[in-house]
Antibody
């Protein structure tokens, strides 16, 4: 079965750190770019960032709201994606989704999503 | 803050047709970037509904259709069913902000 399963969410104090993981199965993980998207409680979706594949040197890009605080990495040998979150703020409270972006002709969309993991930043 | 604007809510009776608009600007939809749509059922992850403005992934009923014109796009649901009650989000690319989502629209089946 093609799926993404996130883990690692929880309660963390402002200024703290947390590492999320996403386990992929059912497809050739190493071929794909992978993204993180988040959704604050009762709010809309916000793109967090991307890691490209080996063929594209595993380069990353981030939303302005997390740049310099969050780091995306991957381990193709474990079919896993990671999100290291540092200097967390209360506004980072959200469900974090692992998502697979796909491009048929240049424009990217997200054709596979995990169930998400909740991160709560609170004192 | 989202740069793609959607109506907060739309509603319709079973069998009716409803449309959801997604309004952008010259840096995203108006720049020629495609629009994609996602359905989020209560308590679940988003699911791809329409890609490339008007294409349906395998398994998505043909009751769902998408279109794009100028700086806006629309999602139409014809023959509305109770199972269509969900939140719907548009998504595109913005030349300044990267990947952007709409504000979201809650569809209620009366």
């Amino acid at each position: 079965e093609v799926q993404l399963v996130e883990s690692g969410g929880g309660l963390v104090q402002p200024g703290g750190s947390l590492r999320l993981s996403c386990a992929a199965s059912g497809f050739t993980f190493s071929d794909h770019y992978m993204d993180w998207v988040r959704q604050a409680p009762g709010k809309g979706l916000e793109w967090v960032g991307r890691t490209r594949n080996k063929a594209n040197s595993y380069t990353t890009e981030y939303a302005a709201s997390v740049k310099g605080r969050f780091t995306i990495s991957r381990d193709d040998s474990k079919n896993s994606l990671y999100l290291q979150m540092n200097s967390l703020k209360t506004e980072d409270t959200a469900v974090y989704y692992c998502a697979r972006p796909t491009s048929d002709y240049g424009d990217w969309y997200f054709d596979l999503w995990g169930r998400g993991t909740l991160v709560t930043v609170s004192s | 803050q989202s740069v793609l604007t959607q109506p907060p809510s739309v509603s319709g009776a079973p069998g009716q047709r409803v449309t959801i608009s997604c309004t952008g600007s010259s840096s995203n939809i108006g720049a020629g970037y495609d629009v994609h749509w996602y359905q989020q059922l209560p308590g679940t992850a988003p699911k791809l509904l329409i890609y490339g403005n008007s294409n349906r992934p395998s398994g998505v009923p043909d009751r769902f259709s998408g279109s794009k014109s100028g700086t806006s796009a629309s999602l139409a649901i014809t023959g509305l069913q109770a199972e269509d009650e969900a939140d719907y989000y548009c998504q595109s690319y913005d030349s300044s902000l990267s990947y952007v989502f709409g504000t979201g629209t809650k569809v209620t089946v009366l």
